[in-house]
């Protein structure tokens, strides 16, 4: 069991899924980072209160490669709505 849960997410998620959302899956992928980039941040202070200093070097190069993950995505979408492209090539109202 997941013990940093978001259960508010994942279950968006499976409605807009079954709703047919029309959400951009690099929106879609960049709020599923952000999220992991808060339960990294839990952990690592979790770790670094309890004194497991490995642990908490190990996360934190996680939380820093997510962390450039989701920079590239947001880069990404700032670049397609500057382009006017809603992502599919079409243009976007």
């Keep these: 069991m997941d013990a ?3 259960p508010g997410l994942d279950s968006f998620w499976e409605d ?3 709703d047919g959302s029309s959400e951009h899956p690099l929106e879609r ?3 599923d980072r952000i999220d992991a980039l808060a339960r990294y941040r839990r952990m690592i202070d979790d770790a670094q209160v309890n004194g497991w200093d490995d642990a908490a070097e190990w996360l934190l190069l996680h939380h820093e490669r997510e962390e450039r993950i989701v920079n590239r995505i947001a ?3 700032e670049r397609m709505r500057g382009a006017g492209t809603d992502g599919h090539g079409e243009e976007s109202s």
């Design 4 to 6: 940093y849960p978001t």
């Design 29 to 31: 992928e960049l709020c």
């Design 16 to 18: 807009a899924d079954r």
């Design 75 to 77: 880069e990404a979408m």
